[in-house]
């Protein structure tokens, strides 16, 4: 096991969690050895003050650590300055979940990403080992010289243009894909949320699945789709990476491919940890707000979901649904509706309640008038509508017409069985 010392430096603007920070150290696979904190404004040569260098300096000479992680974001310039003075390998915390990323990405897709975002994070620091080694430095970037260098930094160049080319063929796929199950009438769902809410457990709970699920940061990383009926309508619902406090633009733009599930679903689903104090639940939920806003995923249709709640009391639940309320009003996002489940243990008839009632105020719905004159084939109708879109009356007779919310786009295959359509309304907004 590597062996880590951690430091964090805590100040008006940066909240840092250490608990999380150590999750995050766990989650990599590090015996934490020490961590030093420090409450200061950030110190432009080295992040941390001096006299705290020279405390971690002391502790690194005694304990002897693979690695000292910083859980702030260090500048190139910062990076450097430290590895100077102390001779050990630096990270921050980005680098330190790109490391748990590594260890989690099993698709070739999630493996692209994550060299990608690596490989995006290195090209700062080796040109900083570059304007150190023209100003005199002898060691440059882990202890290249300036020739290897340069080649280092052409090679990460090249390798990253290889990269998004191949993730864009990834993509293409990808909408192809989900082209083809539009076009055959499922809702889509996306799964979002801070790491670790219960995303995974939730779709194995809707799907029955068997996905791994674990308390530990970052389990899933690829992308799984799975399908379930509700009602008797087919949907599909995604699970994807979970999201972190600042998650940053180039971890944001390397998974793109992977959030965009998000951006193309019909409904996106926030999962919330609701057995979490309040003040980490609004802190997580923030930073959810704040990816979706990023990939412009915040005017879709979005049911809250308070997951766990068999960890704590229903006035607690109710309490935090009401919270939850009053900041996406004060924010004006438009939430359709907050419900609590246990996905653990199945409890999930709030979720079920409000996706109903949010699938049928999908702009793809509207309302027809559907006549079939062939009495035998009523029963393959009322199917074919059941799992499209809801029935909402039906009067038998000579010719039987029926009432019914569906799929705009499913109407061609409604006509093909030789029925009759009139659009009652305007699709909803
Ligand atoms: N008690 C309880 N535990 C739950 C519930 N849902 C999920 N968990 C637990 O929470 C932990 C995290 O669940 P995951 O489903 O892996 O969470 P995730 O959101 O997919 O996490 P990442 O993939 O890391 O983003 C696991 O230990 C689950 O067993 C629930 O309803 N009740
Ligand atoms: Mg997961």
């Not at 009523?378 to 499209?388: E, G, K, R």
């Amino acid at each position: 096991m590597m062996r880590a010392i951690g430091v964090i430096r805590k100040s008006r603007r940066e909240r840092i969690s250490r608990e999380e920070f150590e999750e995050l150290l766990r989650s990599a696979g590090y015996e934490v050895v020490a961590i030093l904190e420090q409450n200061r404004e950030e110190h432009p040569k080295y992040n941390i003050g001096k006299g705290k260098l020279e405390e971690l300096k002391e502790l690194v000479r005694e304990l002897q650590p693979d690695k000292v992680i910083f859980a702030n974001k260090l500048t190139p310039s910062q990076a450097y300055n430290l590895w100077k003075e102390l001779r050990v390998e630096i990270i921050d915390k980005w680098q330190l979940v790109l490391e748990i990323f590594e260890r989690r990405a099993h698709s070739k897709e999630a493996k692209l990403q994550v060299e990608l975002a690596s490989l995006q994070y290195e090209v700062p620091l080796v040109k900083e080992a570059i304007r150190r080694i023209k100003l005199g430095d002898r060691a440059g970037f882990k202890g290249m010289g300036e020739y290897q260098t340069q080649q280092y930094l052409k090679h990460i160049r090249y390798r990253m243009g290889k990269i998004r080319k191949e993730l864009e063929r990834v993509k293409a796929d990808r909408e192809v894909k989900r082209k083809r199950r539009e076009e055959v009438g499922f809702i889509l769902l996306a799964l979002a949320g801070y790491t670790n809410a219960g995303k995974s457990t939730l779709l194995n709970t809707l799907a029955g699945e068997e996905i791994e699920a674990r308390d530990q940061m970052f389990t899933t990383l690829d992308t799984t789709t799975r399908r379930f009926k509700l009602g008797g309508k087919r949907v599909l619902v995604t699970d994807t990476v979970g999201f972190i406090d600042g998650l940053p633009p180039f971890i944001v733009e390397a998974f793109h491919s992977t959030l965009e599930e998000i951006v193309k679903a019909d409904i996106v689903l926030l999962v919330l940890d609701v057995s979490e104090p309040w003040p980490e639940i609004r802190r997580k939920f923030l930073a959810s707000l704040n990816v979706l806003r990023e990939l412009k995923a915040l005017d879709k249709p979005m049911v809250v979901v308070l997951n766990k709640r068999d960890l704590t009391s229903e006035e607690d639940v109710k309490d935090k649904a009401e919270r939850i309320i009053e900041i996406v009003e004060e924010r004006g996002i438009n939430v359709s509706r907050v419900v609590s489940i246990s996905a653990k243990f199945g409890q999930l008839e709030e979720l079920y309640g409000a996706l109903e009632e949010v699938v049928l105020t999908l702009p793809k719905y509207g309302a027809f008038e559907i006549t079939v004159r062939e009495p035998e084939k009523v029963p393959q109708v009322m199917a074919l509508i059941n799992a499209i879109g809801e029935v909402l009356s039906v009067e038998y007779g000579e010719e039987t017409k029926i009432e019914a919310y569906i799929q705009t786009g499913m109407i061609k295959e409604l006509t093909r069985l030789g029925v009759e359509i009139k659009r009652l309304n305007q699709p909803h907004q």
